[in-house]
Every structure is written in C-alpha cells, then in structure tokens.
C-alpha cells in the first residue's frame, strides 16, 4: 500500500505513461504479474479502457527502490538487483574509460612540454589523473565481477615522459623525486601482472607523490 500522506502529482512530459506490457518488461516481470500488482493495490495506475492499464514511469523508479511497498514482493528484489548490478557496470567502465583518457592527455601534455613555467601545473595533473584512474579501477573491479587487468607488456623500467625521467633536470627536493620514480617503478611493474588492485595502489601512491612535489613547487613560487 501507499505511504501514508504521500501525494504525487507527477509532470506529464518528464513522467510518461507506460503500458502494462512496457512496465513488465522494464523490470523483466510477466505482465500477470504487474496486473496483480496493480490489483493488491501495491501498484498505482489508470485505467484508460476495459482491460488497458497505464502507469506512470515515476512508478516504476520507485518501485525499483522499493518505496512504494510495505512489503516488497520477494521477485522484484532479484529483478532490481539485477538492473542496478548492470547499470553500475556501465558507469564504471565508463568512468574507467574517461579516466585512462584523461590520463594519457595528461602524460601527452607532459612529453611535449618545453621547459617552462608550466611543469608544476602539468605535474598536478599527473596527479590528478592517476588519482582518477586509480578510483576508477578499484570502482570497475567491485562493480564488475568479470573485468580483470589487461597486462602491458614493456611497462617495467617505463619513465612517463622525458621531463619526469630519473636523472632529468627537475626542479623540487631530491628525496620527493626518488619516491616518486619508486611509484612510477611500481607502476610499471604492476602494469605487466594482471593485478587491476595493484594497478590501482600504485596509481594512488604515484598521485600522492606527484601532488607533494608540485605543491612544494606552488609554495617557492
């Protein structure tokens, strides 16, 4: 039944009518199903003829959510959690993909740079890019039971652009650097396993250890 109080007066044009048949396929149910719904009073419709049945779309989302039972019935917490375990998928390799976008821009920035006063600002990018990409990897491998890391042969040994290799003239303490090319070893090595975790950690350290140096170069300018 229906909250107590609850009174909905949804928009026609951002809440469209759905028919029985559209409803139960949304939520992957058999239409005698929703019509008993809709019989027990659990379901809220319109009747717009003699066996023709419409629902608003706000019903369905709620319904998913389980906000319109006092009682959930026990199929719709399978078909639920079956759409909200695929739509979570889809986000995060989504976001998986935009990050690793992100960060080849930032590391493309960083390989054709002329030295200049920009390098602290393109380092903080690195940095934030990787702390992205490292989200995103750990967000992927809880949402999405079958992704696994896709091992990148020649990775170990890697330098991330010619103005960030060990040994190159970079501004900032020497001892922030070695951490950082200790990061960017791991990373390397964590990219030829098939560890996404691994992947995600060295990432995340690499963040940190960028972000400490460009803030350090942000305070002396």
Excluded: C
Excluded at 3 to 27: K, M, R, S
Excluded at 147 to 176: C, I, K, Q
């Amino acid at each position: 039944m229906y909250p107590p109080g609850l009174d909905i007066q949804p928009d026609p044009e951002a809440d469209p009518w759905l028919t029985v048949a559209e409803f139960a396929e949304a939520i992957r149910v058999r239409p005698v199903t929703v019509r008993s719904w809709i019989a027990k009073g659990q379901l809220k419709a319109t009747r717009a003829g003699k066996r023709k049945w419409l629902i608003r779309y706000s019903e369905l989302q709620r319904m998913l959510y389980g906000e319109w039972f006092d009682s959930p019935p026990p199929e719709l917490y399978d078909q639920a959690a079956a759409i909200f375990a695929q739509e979570a998928r889809g986000r995060a390799e989504v976001s998986h993909h935009l990050a690793d976008h992100e960060w080849e821009l930032a590391l493309e920035r960083s390989r054709m740079a002329p030295p200049d006063a920009g390098f602290a600002s393109r380092l903080r990018q690195i940095s934030q890019t990787a702390a992205r990409r490292a989200a995103s990897l750990k967000d992927r491998a809880n949402d999405d039971p079958g992704f696994t890391w896709t091992p990148v042969p020649g990775s170990a040994g890697m330098a991330l652009s010619h103005e960030l290799r060990a040994g190159g003239n970079r501004p900032g303490p020497r001892d922030a650097w070695e951490r950082f090319d200790r990061t960017v070893q791991r990373l390397g090595t964590a990219m030829e396993g098939d560890r996404a975790s691994a992947v995600a950690g060295a990432l995340s350290d690499l963040a940190d250890a960028a972000r400490d140096i460009s803030d350090t170069l942000d305070s002396r300018s």
